[in-house]
Each structure stands twice: as C-alpha cells, then as structure tokens.
C-alpha cells in the first residue's frame, strides 16, 4: 500500500500570505533578489471567470531590502499613503499602499493595468508577521525589541515626508 508521501512528490513553496477581496487577490512571499538578499515579492491578481483568480496573469512587484522594511514599517504604524515605482522594460511599475481604516488599500499599476487589493486587519496581520520575520532573516543579530524600535522609527521619519 502507497502511503501520501509516495504518491505525491514533496513540493516546496516559500513562506506566503494571501490576502482576497471580491476582484482581485494579493500574494506576498519570500524571494531572492538579483544580488543574492532575501527579500519579499508583491502578486498581484484579477478575479477571473468562475471563482479563480487569474495567477497566470499576475501583476508582480520584488521589494529591496529598504523598500521591505519601509513597508513593514508602514503596516506597524500607518500613515496616509507611500509610493514606490520601479522602472522596468516596457513601463514603470508603482505601488502605492494607502491607509483607508480599517483596511490597507495595495495598489499596483503597470502600464495600463491597475490592481487594488483592500486587505483587512486580521490579514494585515498575517502580511506584517511575515515581512517582520524576513527582516529578522535579514539581521538575525538584531534582538527583536531593537527591529521594533527602528521600524516605529522609520515609520515616524517616513510619515513626516
């Protein structure tokens, strides 16, 4: 008799959290920069026929490690919006994170498609959680009360801006 495991080869996916609303859905998980440094990457999907999601077609956004801590920051203690845009063959890619209370709208534009993902508090949690071990990943030394420390920080530089 087979058991599970040999029926089913093992398949590794890496750390990963999903936020949905009725039109789109949003993924975030660890990846790999072209340098070799951990860091997280932003999916982005349109509802499509049927219940699914159209992960084919996904709109994506790769996060240095800067623009990882900034956004962490943002989710530990919100401000109005924060932008980046990474310019890319053939448009600009720009995400933009707004504070809409309770909820956190992600925003992803390239070209001429436009993505919004409103993720509610119970999955801002699961997103932040994840970023903050990534970060932890990144500077293991750090004790975890000195990363809580710089991120209130950064986010009280990056509100004033």
Known sequence: MQTADKISPNREFPPSVHAYCRSSALCVSFAI???????????????GHGSSYNWPEKLSFQLNQGELAELCAFLRKPWTSHKWVHQSHPAAKALVIRHQA???????????????VPVIPRDQYFIRNLLMSRLIEIQPSLPL?????????????????
Request: hydrophobic share 40%; glycine share 4%; net charge neutral.
């Open 33 to 47: 920069d072209r340098g070799e440094k951990p860091t997280v990457v932003l999916e982005f999907a349109e509802k």
């Open 102 to 116: 309770p909820n956190i709208l992600f925003e992803i534009s390239a070209g001429k498609r436009h993505v919004i």
């Open 145 to 161: 009360a000195a990363h809580h420390e710089s991120l209130d920080q950064l986010s009280h530089a990056l509100a004033r801006k």
